[in-house]
């Protein structure tokens, strides 16, 4: 697809302006075909002029971007949210596997939004809404202080083939594979992703997983048992055994110790 019909629907006036210069200056292959300041004028545009593209603010005076798109039957339309979030919301948006701009919009950062979509054409999966949601709708917890637990937690793991849907509790661990992570699941074969698996850390920090080492994250609920060493070793349930960095080895100890008393588990 050479050319790309695209749709903008925020509330604020300056927003919409800045958004609609940088795609005329950046992005040639993208025509805006109109805009809309909230849900129901936007819904209306959707179905008259049928975009490819819809860039789509989450916050906006009465209906939010979630209530336009479950206004649809079926969203077949790529759908890139520009939103003012910040810190614990961007994870939401990796969990979900959903494009994001934040505001004021980056010119590289919006560049690239269009790429992918570009690279994709497809439009957004329920599923991907309902754990972007889902996450958004959770308060953050400080990092090592209270951790969540990974119980009915879902993750968006896009690949070539498709998204993947992952219930946390059956990821076992992540490797890294250079520019790319590769999660070992309790199930089915493993699923590889092309993002570093620092993202992944990011992703996962607030939940019980932890990185060991520089190649692996591990599921703390997958654990079976931990050998004592210099930085010492963590067999898994799938009889893997994952060498634990030293520099690493007290504050995972923590983290584990945390785990076993909130989880109820004694080793």
Same mark, same amino acid.
């Given at each position: 697809m050479n050319q790309l019909r695209a749709v903008l629907i925020d509330d604020e006036t300056n927003a919409r302006e800045a958004l609609t210069n940088l795609l005329r200056i950046l992005c040639p292959e993208v025509t805006l075909v109109g805009e809309a300041k909230?849900?129901?004028?936007? *819904? #209306?545009?959707?179905?008259? #002029?049928?975009?490819?593209?819809?860039?789509?603010? *989450?916050?906006?005076?009465?209906?939010?971007?979630?209530?336009?798109?479950?206004?649809?039957?079926?969203?077949?339309?790529?759908? *890139?949210?520009?939103?003012?979030?910040? #810190?614990?919301?961007?994870?939401?948006?990796?969990?979900?596997?959903?494009?994001?701009?934040?505001?004021? *919009?980056?010119?590289?950062?919006?560049q690239a939004a269009v790429e992918k979509f570009k690279s994709q054409i497809a439009g957004v999966n329920p599923q991907q809404l309902q754990i972007l949601q889902e996450h958004l709708d959770t308060t953050p917890s400080p990092r090592l202080i209270k951790r969540k637990k990974n119980d009915n937690q879902r993750i968006a793991l896009p690949t070539a083939e498709g998204i993947h849907f992952v219930q946390m509790t059956d990821i076992i661990q992540c490797e890294s594979l250079g520019s790319y992570t590769k999660f070992h699941l309790v199930k089915g074969p493993p699923i590889v992703v092309s993002r570093l698996l620092k993202e992944y850390e990011e992703i996962l920090d607030n939940y019980y997983f932890f990185r060991v080492h520089q190649s692996n994250i591990v599921n703390l609920e997958h654990i079976k048992r931990y050998v004592k060493g210099d930085g010492g070793q963590v067999w898994m349930s799938d009889n893997t055994e994952i060498e634990v960095s030293r520099r690493r080895k007290d504050e995972f100890l923590s983290l584990l110790s945390d785990f076993y008393v909130n989880s109820g588990k004694l080793k």
């Open positions: 909230n849900a129901d004028l936007g *819904i #209306e545009l959707i179905k008259k #002029e049928k975009p490819n593209l819809v860039f789509l603010d *989450i916050q906006m005076p009465g209906k939010t971007g979630f209530d336009l798109l479950a206004s649809f039957d079926k969203v077949d339309f790529g759908v *890139i949210f520009t939103t003012a979030y910040q #810190e614990f919301a961007i994870r939401a948006f990796r969990f979900s596997a959903i494009d994001y701009l934040l505001k004021p *919009i980056d010119p590289d950062e919006l």
